[in-house]
Protein backbone atom coordinates (compact mmCIF):
# COMPACT_ATOMS: atom_id res chain seq x y z
CA UNK A 1 0.00 0.00 0.00
CA UNK A 2 1.63 3.02 -1.69
CA UNK A 3 0.96 6.00 1.47
CA UNK A 4 1.93 9.68 2.16
CA UNK A 5 1.35 10.71 5.56
CA UNK A 6 1.04 14.73 6.99
CA UNK A 7 0.54 15.99 9.91
CA UNK A 8 -2.93 17.26 9.86
CA UNK A 9 -2.80 20.19 12.56
CA UNK A 10 -4.00 22.75 12.64
CA UNK A 11 0.09 24.46 12.87
CA UNK A 12 -0.21 28.14 13.84
CA UNK A 13 2.46 30.24 13.51
CA UNK A 14 2.47 34.12 13.74
CA UNK A 15 3.22 36.33 10.97
CA UNK A 16 6.75 36.61 9.86
CA UNK A 17 7.56 33.23 11.03
CA UNK A 18 8.82 30.41 9.32
CA UNK A 19 6.32 27.60 8.78
CA UNK A 20 7.83 24.11 8.53
CA UNK A 21 5.35 21.76 7.08
CA UNK A 22 6.64 17.93 6.68
CA UNK A 23 5.53 14.53 4.51
CA UNK A 24 6.60 11.29 4.57
CA UNK A 25 6.13 8.38 2.25
CA UNK A 26 6.24 4.57 2.03
CA UNK A 27 7.67 3.59 -1.61
CA UNK A 28 11.29 4.38 -1.76
CA UNK A 29 11.22 4.03 -5.57
CA UNK A 30 9.01 7.39 -5.60
CA UNK A 31 10.64 9.71 -8.08
CA UNK A 32 8.28 12.74 -8.39
CA UNK A 33 7.14 15.05 -5.29
CA UNK A 34 4.61 18.07 -4.98
CA UNK A 35 3.18 20.47 -2.93
CA UNK A 36 0.19 21.58 -3.40
CA UNK A 37 -1.77 25.08 -1.69
CA UNK A 38 -5.65 24.24 -0.89
CA UNK A 39 -8.15 27.48 0.16
CA UNK A 40 -10.82 26.53 2.29
CA UNK A 41 -13.52 25.59 -1.03
CA UNK A 42 -11.34 25.36 -3.47
CA UNK A 43 -8.87 23.50 -5.71
CA UNK A 44 -5.13 22.40 -5.44
CA UNK A 45 -2.58 25.39 -6.28
CA UNK A 46 0.78 23.58 -7.30
CA UNK A 47 3.40 25.26 -5.35
CA UNK A 48 6.57 23.46 -5.16
CA UNK A 49 7.86 20.15 -7.59
CA UNK A 50 10.90 18.43 -6.57
CA UNK A 51 12.78 15.35 -8.14
CA UNK A 52 16.44 15.71 -6.68
CA UNK A 53 17.63 15.21 -3.03
CA UNK A 54 18.40 18.40 -1.99
CA UNK A 55 16.74 22.24 -1.27
CA UNK A 56 14.82 24.00 -4.15
CA UNK A 57 13.70 27.24 -3.70
CA UNK A 58 11.28 29.57 -4.95
CA UNK A 59 10.67 33.09 -3.63
CA UNK A 60 9.27 32.18 -0.03
CA UNK A 61 9.15 28.67 -0.39
CA UNK A 62 11.56 26.01 -0.14
CA UNK A 63 11.58 22.24 -0.80
CA UNK A 64 13.71 19.84 0.72
CA UNK A 65 13.36 16.03 -0.22
CA UNK A 66 15.75 13.34 1.35
CA UNK A 67 15.31 10.15 -0.79
CA UNK A 68 17.23 8.09 2.07
CA UNK A 69 14.92 9.41 4.63
CA UNK A 70 11.80 9.38 2.05
CA UNK A 71 10.59 12.86 3.44
CA UNK A 72 10.20 15.99 2.09
CA UNK A 73 9.35 19.06 3.69
CA UNK A 74 8.24 22.72 2.43
CA UNK A 75 9.13 25.83 4.60
CA UNK A 76 7.17 29.22 4.03
CA UNK A 77 9.65 32.25 5.41
CA UNK A 78 8.20 35.18 6.35
CA UNK A 79 4.42 33.83 6.38
CA UNK A 80 1.48 36.10 5.88
CA UNK A 81 -1.71 35.40 7.23
CA UNK A 82 -2.87 35.02 3.26
CA UNK A 83 -0.78 31.49 3.53
CA UNK A 84 -3.12 30.58 5.71
CA UNK A 85 -4.83 26.97 4.24
CA UNK A 86 -4.50 23.36 4.02
CA UNK A 87 -1.28 22.52 1.96
CA UNK A 88 -0.97 18.99 0.40
CA UNK A 89 2.23 17.06 0.20
CA UNK A 90 1.67 14.56 -3.51
CA UNK A 91 3.98 12.05 -4.57
CA UNK A 92 3.72 10.14 -7.85
CA UNK A 93 4.34 6.78 -7.47
CA UNK A 94 3.59 4.88 -10.90
CA UNK A 95 7.16 5.18 -13.38
CA UNK A 96 6.02 2.52 -15.63
CA UNK A 97 4.99 4.68 -18.52
CA UNK A 98 6.72 7.32 -21.16
CA UNK A 99 5.43 10.23 -21.83
CA UNK A 100 2.42 12.11 -19.18
CA UNK A 101 2.04 9.49 -16.29
CA UNK A 102 1.14 8.41 -13.27
CA UNK A 103 -1.27 9.33 -10.65
CA UNK A 104 -0.70 11.34 -7.41
CA UNK A 105 -1.05 9.95 -4.07
CA UNK A 106 -1.78 12.76 -1.38
CA UNK A 107 -1.89 13.04 1.95
CA UNK A 108 -4.41 14.54 4.41
CA UNK A 109 -2.90 17.78 4.00
CA UNK A 110 -1.56 20.04 7.11
CA UNK A 111 -3.74 23.25 7.76
CA UNK A 112 -1.96 25.95 8.41
CA UNK A 113 -2.98 29.13 10.28
CA UNK A 114 -0.68 32.16 9.86
CA UNK A 115 -1.84 34.61 12.75
CA UNK A 116 -1.27 38.66 12.65
CA UNK B 1 -4.10 30.65 -21.76
CA UNK B 2 -7.20 29.00 -20.43
CA UNK B 3 -6.47 26.77 -17.24
CA UNK B 4 -8.58 23.62 -16.57
CA UNK B 5 -12.32 23.93 -16.57
CA UNK B 6 -14.91 21.95 -14.92
CA UNK B 7 -18.98 22.26 -15.13
CA UNK B 8 -20.81 22.14 -13.59
CA UNK B 9 -19.50 23.72 -10.46
CA UNK B 10 -22.38 22.22 -8.07
CA UNK B 11 -24.76 19.49 -8.11
CA UNK B 12 -27.29 17.91 -6.01
CA UNK B 13 -28.77 14.70 -6.72
CA UNK B 14 -30.15 11.77 -5.07
CA UNK B 15 -29.60 8.08 -4.25
CA UNK B 16 -29.58 6.40 -6.93
CA UNK B 17 -29.44 8.51 -9.78
CA UNK B 18 -26.77 8.80 -12.72
CA UNK B 19 -24.66 12.33 -13.10
CA UNK B 20 -22.15 13.47 -15.70
CA UNK B 21 -18.81 15.53 -14.88
CA UNK B 22 -16.88 17.46 -17.60
CA UNK B 23 -13.54 18.33 -17.97
CA UNK B 24 -11.62 20.58 -20.70
CA UNK B 25 -8.04 20.53 -20.24
CA UNK B 26 -4.93 23.24 -20.02
CA UNK B 27 -4.35 24.35 -23.74
CA UNK B 28 -1.54 22.16 -24.54
CA UNK B 29 -2.32 18.93 -22.24
CA UNK B 30 -3.31 15.69 -23.86
CA UNK B 31 -3.51 13.71 -20.17
CA UNK B 32 -6.83 13.96 -17.94
CA UNK B 33 -6.75 12.43 -14.69
CA UNK B 34 -9.79 12.31 -11.92
CA UNK B 35 -9.65 12.68 -8.41
CA UNK B 36 -12.53 12.77 -5.66
CA UNK B 37 -11.97 14.53 -2.76
CA UNK B 38 -13.94 14.16 0.34
CA UNK B 39 -14.26 16.61 3.49
CA UNK B 40 -11.16 16.46 5.49
CA UNK B 41 -9.37 14.49 2.93
CA UNK B 42 -6.67 14.77 0.50
CA UNK B 43 -8.07 13.63 -3.64
CA UNK B 44 -8.06 9.93 -3.92
CA UNK B 45 -7.55 9.29 -7.47
CA UNK B 46 -10.55 7.53 -9.63
CA UNK B 47 -8.89 7.22 -13.15
CA UNK B 48 -6.09 8.89 -15.98
CA UNK B 49 -7.44 9.25 -19.45
CA UNK B 50 -4.55 9.40 -22.33
CA UNK B 51 -5.17 8.98 -25.95
CA UNK B 52 -9.08 8.01 -25.31
CA UNK B 53 -8.16 5.30 -23.24
CA UNK B 54 -8.37 5.30 -19.50
CA UNK B 55 -4.70 4.27 -18.70
CA UNK B 56 -4.68 3.48 -15.02
CA UNK B 57 -7.29 3.09 -12.53
CA UNK B 58 -7.42 3.76 -8.58
CA UNK B 59 -9.11 1.69 -6.22
CA UNK B 60 -12.93 2.67 -7.22
CA UNK B 61 -15.85 0.57 -8.28
CA UNK B 62 -17.33 -0.21 -11.59
CA UNK B 63 -19.88 2.66 -11.00
CA UNK B 64 -16.83 5.34 -11.69
CA UNK B 65 -16.76 5.38 -15.89
CA UNK B 66 -15.06 7.78 -17.92
CA UNK B 67 -14.31 8.92 -21.29
CA UNK B 68 -11.60 11.36 -23.21
CA UNK B 69 -12.73 12.94 -26.49
CA UNK B 70 -10.55 13.79 -29.56
CA UNK B 71 -9.90 17.29 -28.35
CA UNK B 72 -8.75 15.87 -25.02
CA UNK B 73 -11.72 17.31 -23.02
CA UNK B 74 -12.85 14.64 -20.93
CA UNK B 75 -16.16 13.11 -18.45
CA UNK B 76 -16.87 11.24 -15.81
CA UNK B 77 -19.66 9.26 -15.06
CA UNK B 78 -21.12 7.72 -11.90
CA UNK B 79 -24.01 5.39 -11.66
CA UNK B 80 -26.15 4.24 -9.03
CA UNK B 81 -24.95 7.28 -6.64
CA UNK B 82 -24.66 6.72 -2.96
CA UNK B 83 -24.14 9.16 0.11
CA UNK B 84 -21.09 8.29 0.13
CA UNK B 85 -20.43 9.86 -3.60
CA UNK B 86 -20.94 13.36 -2.24
CA UNK B 87 -17.46 14.62 -2.14
CA UNK B 88 -15.29 17.45 -4.02
CA UNK B 89 -14.33 16.17 -8.15
CA UNK B 90 -11.56 17.65 -9.24
CA UNK B 91 -10.65 17.39 -13.13
CA UNK B 92 -6.44 17.90 -13.85
CA UNK B 93 -4.55 17.96 -16.74
CA UNK B 94 -1.09 17.38 -17.98
CA UNK B 95 1.32 17.96 -20.56
CA UNK B 96 3.32 15.14 -22.48
CA UNK B 97 6.70 14.82 -21.08
CA UNK B 98 9.41 12.39 -20.54
CA UNK B 99 10.16 10.32 -17.58
CA UNK B 100 8.80 11.74 -14.38
CA UNK B 101 8.94 15.21 -14.82
CA UNK B 102 4.99 15.07 -15.11
CA UNK B 103 2.91 18.45 -13.31
CA UNK B 104 -0.59 18.00 -13.18
CA UNK B 105 -2.55 21.15 -13.00
CA UNK B 106 -6.13 20.99 -11.32
CA UNK B 107 -9.71 22.45 -12.29
CA UNK B 108 -11.77 24.43 -9.67
CA UNK B 109 -13.76 21.28 -9.25
CA UNK B 110 -17.45 20.11 -8.87
CA UNK B 111 -18.85 19.67 -5.80
CA UNK B 112 -21.27 16.50 -5.64
CA UNK B 113 -24.14 16.38 -2.96
CA UNK B 114 -26.18 13.60 -2.99
CA UNK B 115 -29.19 13.22 -0.98
Known amino acids: QKEVEQNSGPLSVPEGAIASLNCTYSDRGSQSFFWYRQYSGKSPELIMS????GDKEDGRFTAQLNKASQYVSLLIRDSQPSDSATYLCAVNFNMNYGGSQGNLIFGKGTKLSVKP | DAGVTQSPTHLIKTRGQQVTLRCSPKSGHDTVSWYQQALGQGPQFIFQ???????QRGNFPDRFSGHQFPNYSSELNVNALLLGDSALYLCASSAPGTTYTDTQYFGPGTRLTVL
Open chain 2, 49 to 55: YYEEEER
Open chain 1, 50 to 53: IYSN
